[in-house]
């Protein structure tokens, strides 16, 4: 499967964006997606994370309650809803895909295999 994520954009603070990861090569429901964000000099950090049938998430504890990741399988595509955003949000955002699907949802980046480029985000004070 290939993922390409798409939604960035330049907000100001207390905005909202809507991140899209389309896959394409092999329908989406084999796989466990999570979203990830590198800002400038950090390391890449989990944001969240949903099974394969949507029955699971899980959520870095700074952007539980801003954050919503779903999935839509019948269009190939996960999805992240950001509300609130601050600057401290700014990072390329990246989603990513596990194909054991039926181990648990992972929250680290070594667990996904399969990553799509990243989409920028920033937020303006």
């Known amino acids: 499967v290939q993922l390409q994520a798409s939604g960035g954009g330049l907000v100001q603070a207390g905005g909202s964006l809507r991140l899209s990861c389309a896959a394409s090569?092999?329908?989406?429901?084999?796989?466990?997606i999570g979203w990830f964000r590198q800002a400038p000099g950090k390391e890449r950090e989990f944001v969240a994370g949903?099974?394969?049938?949507?029955?699971?998430?899980r959520y870095e504890d700074s952007v539980k309650g801003r954050f919503t990741i779903s999935r839509d399988n019948t269009r190939n595509t996960a999805f992240l809803n950001i509300n609130g955003l601050r600057p401290e949000d700014t990072a390329v955002y990246y989603c990513?895909?596990?194909?054991?699907?039926?181990?648990?949802?992972?929250?680290?980046?070594?667990?996904?295999?399969?990553w799509g480029q990243g989409t920028q985000v920033t937020v303006s004070s």
């Open positions: 990513a895909a596990d194909g054991n699907k039926a181990g648990i949802l992972q929250m680290t980046a070594g667990g996904y295999h399969i």
């Open positions: 090569g092999r329908t989406l429901s084999f796989y466990n």
């Open positions: 949903i099974n394969w049938n949507g029955a699971t998430t």
